[in-house]
């Protein structure tokens, strides 16, 4: 008699091991997919913010040169800026797209 307890407590004990691990393993799924979104949102934000960082820089640029042909009323500058416009322009266009 003594040895049937032994018997159901190490199938009681069994039981809690194995549903101790299927809940861990449950939750490591629930964070592994949360993890895996929050990378990809993250992805998403820094890519959005090197397009405004080149365009920020491209508007930098853009001023610099537009100072100097001011300044100097060199036709090569004034073409520079034309282009640089144009970039700024087609990268407003990825931008908002």
Known sequence: MAQFRLKGMA???QKK???A???I?????VVSFLS????????FVV???EQVNRLQDNIYHLRLNEKRALISGDT???H????????ISNRLQIISQ
């Open 25 to 29: 393993i449950l939750i490591m799924s």
């Open 80 to 87: 520079n800026v034309d282009s640089l416009t144009l970039i």
């Open 21 to 23: 691990f299927i809940i």
């Open 47 to 49: 890519e959005s913010t």
């Open 17 to 19: 091991v194995v549903i």
């Open 36 to 43: 895996i979104r929050g990378i990809r949102r993250l992805s």
């Open 76 to 78: 090569a500058l004034i």
């Open 11 to 13: 199938n009681t004990i």
